[in-house]
Nanobody
Framework: QVQPVETGGGLVQAGGSLRLSCAAS????????VGWFRHQAPGKEREFVA?????????YYADSVKGRFTVSRDNAKNTVYLQMNSLKPEDTALYYC???????????????WGQGTQVTVSS
């Protein structure tokens, strides 16, 4: 089975940028959609952020990040990236990468999850 591993989180000022990486461990991401989700606070559900579909590389974005975040993949490096620009304090969250074969927008359609990487945006 594939195990996603996230890196790249950190502390950044509002308006700044970060790039998150999601590397596949164990197996490759071949035939898996890869999604990014975030968990902003206890009691809140995990929120869809972005995803890239395996079959054609089509990206998907939540409205809240459209135009600011870009999801991409490097098949040779078996890694998916989330480039986050124009960051806002409300983007502060624990960001997870996940791999699955179902609906790219639904967290329950992803079978394999990473441990998460913290992104904190200061105002």
């Amino acid at each position: 089975q594939v195990q996603p591993v996230e890196t790249g989180g950190g502390l950044v000022q509002a308006g700044g940028s970060l790039r998150l990486s999601c590397a596949a461990s164990g197996r490759t991401f071949s035939n898996y959609n890869v999604g990014w989700f975030r968990h902003q606070a206890p009691g809140k559900e995990r929120e869809f952020v972005a995803a890239i579909r395996w079959s054609d590389g089509r990206p998907y974005y939540a409205d809240s990040v459209k135009g600011r975040f870009t999801v991409s993949r490097d098949n040779a490096k078996n890694t998916v990236y989330l480039q986050m620009n124009s960051l806002k304090p409300e983007d502060t969250a624990l960001y997870y990468c996940a791999a699955g074969v179902g609906n790219v927008l639904r967290a329950d359609e992803y079978n394999y999850w990473g441990q998460g990487t913290q992104v904190t945006v200061s105002s």
